[in-house]
């Protein structure tokens, strides 16, 4: 089957869905200048993640905000949405998609368009206090100034993601988990499969009969076993035709 019936078929299945479900990872927002944690290129080449384990941040804060702010605020606030992210939202607005579950932490669905965002592994939109835990915006600091502080307590302020070492925050776990027990269908985009306990979340889909759309620029984990129709390119090409093909109707 060439690329452009396997688009039509993907089309097709969302339209006959009853709950879909998006899934997506750092491969969706490659295209929008964010590089992969991982891999040929990623982050963890050009910097020794341990600056997000909590136990240094908790020793080192300082040290560990330099990092985050050169990381995750210099260099992933200049990104802006993709016609992935786009793609996604208007399906929303469509009433063709239930929700996007992301393991990013970059704020881009939202920033699309998207409602039902589950942010897995939190954001980097709000800084939470670990003493009192009062969560502030982060556009409420100037971050030139660091470590943010908690205005309430004084407490060392941490981004609202979720560190090495931390808990999957709720309501997004169990939200994720649900999801995965009600989709008729999951359109996995842009993750390799492989970081734990996210990568579960896809494969209970499909434990529990839902049909695997996966779109990513190689195979992954997912494809051999769970994924049921793979889709192999860049989403920010894929997702928008088969977005033209559902507004066709």
Same mark, same amino acid.
């Given at each position: 089957?060439?690329?452009?019936?396997?688009?039509?078929?993907?089309?097709?299945?969302?339209?006959?869905?009853?709950?879909?479900?998006?899934?997506?990872?750092?491969?969706?927002?490659?295209?929008?200048?964010?590089?992969?944690?991982?891999?040929?290129?990623?982050?963890?080449?050009?910097?020794?993640?341990?600056?997000?384990?909590?136990?240094?941040?908790?020793?080192?804060?300082?040290?560990?905000? %330099?990092?985050?702010?050169?990381?995750?605020?210099? $260099? !992933? /606030?200049?990104?802006? #949405?993709? @016609? *992935?992210?786009?793609?996604?939202?208007?399906?929303?607005?469509?009433?063709?998609?239930?929700?996007?579950?992301?393991?990013?932490?970059?704020?881009?669905?939202?920033?699309?368009?998207?409602?039902?965002?589950?942010?897995?592994?939190?954001?980097?939109?709000?800084?939470?206090?670990?003493?009192?835990?009062?969560?502030?915006?982060?556009?409420?600091?100037?971050?030139?100034?660091?470590?943010?502080?908690?205005?309430?307590? %004084?407490?060392?302020?941490?981004?609202?993601?979720? $560190? !090495? /070492?931390?808990?999957? #925050?709720? @309501? *997004?776990?169990?939200?994720?988990?649900?999801?995965?027990?009600?989709?008729?269908?999951?359109?996995?985009?842009?993750?390799?499969?492989?970081?734990?306990?996210?990568?579960?979340?896809?494969?209970?889909?499909?434990?529990?009969?839902?049909?695997?759309?996966?779109?990513?620029?190689?195979?992954?984990?997912?494809?051999?076993?769970?994924?049921?129709?793979?889709?192999?390119?860049?989403?920010?090409?894929?997702?928008?035709?088969?977005?033209?093909?559902?507004?066709?109707?």
């Amino acid at each position: 089957m060439n690329i452009s019936k396997e688009i039509g078929l993907a089309a097709r299945w969302i339209r006959s869905a009853q709950h879909v479900t998006a899934f997506s990872g750092a491969g969706i927002s490659v295209e929008s200048g964010i590089p992969p944690f991982r891999g040929e290129g990623g982050l963890w080449n050009q910097y020794d993640p341990t600056f997000i384990y909590i136990d240094k941040f908790l020793q080192s804060p300082l040290e560990s905000w %330099k990092l985050i702010k050169e990381v995750f605020y210099d $260099f !992933f /606030g200049k990104a802006k #949405p993709n @016609p *992935a992210h786009i793609t996604l939202a208007k399906m929303e607005q469509q009433g063709l998609l239930h929700a996007v579950i992301t393991q990013n932490i970059d704020n881009l669905h939202q920033e699309a368009g998207s409602r039902t965002v589950y942010e897995f592994h939190g954001n980097t939109r709000n800084l939470i206090c670990l003493h009192c835990e009062r969560i502030y915006p982060v556009k409420d600091f100037d971050l030139k100034d660091l470590p943010p502080l908690c205005k309430d307590c %004084k407490t060392v302020l941490k981004p609202d993601f979720v $560190f !090495f /070492g931390e808990p999957i #925050p709720e @309501p *997004a776990r169990s939200l994720s988990n649900e999801e995965a027990y009600k989709a008729d269908l999951f359109i996995v985009i842009g993750t390799t499969g492989e970081v734990m306990p996210a990568a579960m979340i896809p494969r209970v889909a499909r434990w529990n009969g839902a049909k695997i759309i996966e779109i990513n620029p190689e195979p992954s984990l997912y494809t051999p076993s769970v994924t049921d129709l793979f889709l192999q390119g860049k989403a920010g090409e894929i997702m928008p035709q088969i977005g033209e093909l559902l507004q066709k109707g």
